[in-house]
């Protein structure tokens, strides 16, 4: 009986892989992943134009400052 039981979640798992993200759309790309420090820097600017009113243009300014001067001394791996 216990392998039954064993089978049974086996089959039901959530970590069994599935071929449906390439049936989807084959040819398409991940999202890009960036350093939480590039991440940061443009979802403090959203926030701050959605929730505090402030100006796109200083916000993107801001952190496309913040994101230059991050990568200026980045030595990882490749950002796409």
Excluded: T, W
Excluded at 10 to 20: D, E, F, G, I, M
Excluded at 36 to 42: E, N, S
């Amino acid at each position: 009986m216990r392998g039954d039981r064993r089978k049974h979640r086996r089959n039901r798992s959530p970590h069994r892989r599935s071929r449906r993200g390439s049936e989807i759309y084959p040819g398409a790309r991940a999202e890009p992943r960036m350093p939480p420090q590039v991440y940061k820097a443009i979802s403090d600017a959203i926030q701050a134009c959605q929730l505090n009113g402030q100006d796109p243009a200083q916000a993107a300014k801001a952190a496309s400052d913040q994101i230059d001067s991050f990568l200026s001394g980045y030595k990882g791996a490749p950002i796409l």
